[in-house]
């Protein structure tokens, strides 16, 4: 994410991004780097427009990358200078459909030049893939992998679907990482502190999202329903009735 226009003038005049050591991405190296511009870019926010190649990798101290600022606590910190053999620009950008903060988002070569919005973009598993999909084809809007806080813990949802009257959380659970019994316990605190903030929790293992994707789509749509219709780009509430073959939905305008 370029936090400010000046990080943007230094990719594009320097050639080199940074980032903090201890903020490294699960996936380590990354061949390419695409750049988020956040609200800082005015009309031109909230998008994906830039990427580039990435020539070399190296530690520096915070005082290494802007030896002109006076010392501070960020002197001696040390991040990750990531250079870029040639900023490139896309022919169409890749915007968020809601506004927010993007810290990394892994990626495949194939579905960043195939996305039609960030959400697209996420790698995190089959499983989560499976319900994207089966959630665009039905028109659901949600944001992936969207950060909540609650009091000081920060939790992960896989899938945030946000109605007139309430908040949802689509969660895909790896049959063998959720069966660990220290993971349900911490699933359990972890749904407990999202439903006091009005979350409703819907929890599907790998056989249910493979196999019967009608009956999950359907109780994900019979919980939007409840809630009275999601809010979507024009805060109208849709409405969705399913029908014998898994779930057609209908708007209501």
């Keep these: 994410m370029l936090k400010k226009k000046s990080d943007f003038a230094i990719l594009k005049e320097q050639g080199w991004y940074r980032i ?8 380590w190296p990354p061949q390419y780097v695409a750049f988020y511009q956040p609200g800082a870019f005015g009309a031109d926010a909230f ?7 990435v020539s070399k990798i190296r530690k520096v101290l915070h005082r290494e990358l802007f030896p002109s600022k006076p ?9 990750y200078r990531i250079e870029i053999e040639k900023l490139e620009k896309l022919t169409r950008t890749i915007p968020s459909r809601v506004p ?3 810290i990394f988002i892994s990626t495949t070569w ?3 030049f195939h996305a039609e919005q960030l959400n697209d973009l996420f790698d995190e598993s089959p499983l989560e893939d499976k319900i ?4 665009k084809t039905k028109k659901i ?3 992936r992998q969207w950060l909540e806080r609650v009091r000081q813990n920060y939790y992960q949802l896989d899938f945030a679907i946000f109605c007139n009257k309430g908040k949802i959380d689509v969660e895909a659970d790896g ?27 819907l929890r599907y293992n790998g056989k249910q999202i493979l196999e019967e994707t009608p009956k999950y789509l359907v109780e994900v749509q019979e919980t939007i329903n409840r809630l009275d219709g999601l809010k979507d780009d024009g805060l109208v509430p849709r409405k969705f009735y399913p029908d014998e073959g898994g779930a057609q939905q209908l708007s209501l305008f």
């Design 20 to 27: 903090p050591v201890e903020h490294k991405p699960k996936r």
């Design 47 to 53: 998008r994906i427009r830039y990427y580039g190649r």
């Design 71 to 79: 010392k501070g606590e960020k002197s001696e910190k040390l991040y």
């Design 100 to 102: 927010r903060s993007v």
């Design 110 to 112: 194939y579905k960043f």
């Design 132 to 135: 994207w999909e089966s959630f």
């Design 141 to 143: 809007f949600a944001e």
């Design 175 to 201: 049959d063998t990482w959720h069966a660990q019994r220290e993971r349900i316990d911490k699933d359990n605190d972890r749904n407990n502190d999202l439903e006091k903030q009005g979350w409703h929790v």
